[in-house]
């Protein structure tokens, strides 16, 4: 092939390679490879902000007291006019007495709106005009609480918050982070109950300090 004939063949390519290059900046842009967003990657252990429904916390109460079923409908709702959606509860059982001064005992399991559980216990001091001893089933409810590790600490009792309601006992109690609000049947819903504190452990102690 002559000299001409190359130089004919380069110059016809440059002209075509432009020519492709100019009609493509014509063209709108093309859009990437789509994700589908069922299938994008979700955040690890983002936090469910809007905490458990008054339904799902009754129907879980249900299940454990039982027959107090009206009452605990009221109470629960009590404290979600107060306090809002908790984004935890505890179910359980505790033993307490008290005369002047006592002590309480109990333990349950922490179940979080983000899907973990744990093992709990706690312990605490009473202080109250209250007489005997006495076994109790416990629902707590548990705001801003997003890992299990967090309950473990002291809860004091805030000061004039126990009232009865439905029966029950409701109490509040907190820390710098959270509010533990127990709500106890029976013979357990002592109003003295909610002046000492709660110390949540994760395991069993008969330290109550």
């Given at each position: 092939?002559?000299?001409?004939?190359?130089?004919?063949?380069?110059?016809?390519?440059?002209?075509?390679?432009?020519?492709?290059?100019?009609?493509?900046?014509?063209?709108?842009?093309?859009?990437?490879?789509?994700?589908?967003?069922?299938?994008?990657?979700?955040?690890?252990?983002?936090?469910?902000?809007?905490?458990?429904?008054?339904?799902?916390?009754?129907?879980?109460?249900?299940?454990?007291?039982?027959?107090?079923?009206?009452?605990?409908?009221?109470?629960?709702?009590?404290?979600?006019?107060?306090?809002?959606?908790p984004t935890g509860y505890i179910i359980g059982e505790e033993a307490s007495g008290a005369f002047?001064?006592?002590?309480?005992?109990?333990?349950?399991?922490?179940?979080?709106?983000?899907?973990?559980?744990?093992?709990?216990?706690?312990?605490?001091?009473?202080?109250?005009?209250?007489?005997?001893?006495?076994?109790?089933?416990?629902?707590?409810?548990?705001?801003?609480?997003?890992?299990?590790?967090?309950?473990?600490?002291?809860?004091?009792?805030?000061?004039?918050?126990?009232?009865?309601?439905?029966?029950?006992?409701?109490?509040?109690?907190?820390?710098?982070?959270?509010?533990?609000?127990?709500?106890?049947?029976?013979?357990g819903a002592r109003l003295g109950a909610s002046v000492g504190y709660l110390k949540m452990t994760?395991?069993?102690?008969?330290?109550?300090?």
């Amino acid at each position: 092939m002559s000299r001409k004939k190359h130089v004919a063949t380069a110059i016809a390519g440059l002209i075509f390679g432009a020519a492709t290059v100019i009609l493509a900046a014509g063209q709108p842009a093309q859009a990437g490879p789509r994700i589908s967003p069922a299938r994008a990657p979700a955040p690890q252990h983002a936090p469910q902000r809007g905490g458990y429904s008054s339904n799902e916390i009754i129907d879980a109460g249900h299940r454990f007291f039982g027959t107090t079923t009206k009452g605990l409908a009221r109470a629960v709702e009590s404290v979600f006019r107060k306090k809002g959606r908790p984004t935890g509860y505890i179910i359980g059982e505790e033993a307490s007495g008290a005369f002047i001064g006592g002590v309480r005992y109990g333990e349950g399991v922490l179940y979080l709106k983000t899907g973990g559980r744990r093992k709990v216990f706690w312990q605490g001091p009473t202080i109250g005009l209250d007489a005997g001893g006495n076994g109790a089933k416990v629902l707590m409810l548990v705001y801003n609480i997003d890992l299990p590790r967090q309950i473990f600490s002291r809860f004091f009792g805030v000061s004039g918050s126990a009232y009865i309601v439905g029966g029950l006992g409701v109490s509040y109690h907190d820390n710098a982070r959270l509010t533990v609000v127990p709500i106890r049947s029976g013979i357990g819903a002592r109003l003295g109950a909610s002046v000492g504190y709660l110390k949540m452990t994760a395991r069993p102690t008969w330290n109550p300090f």
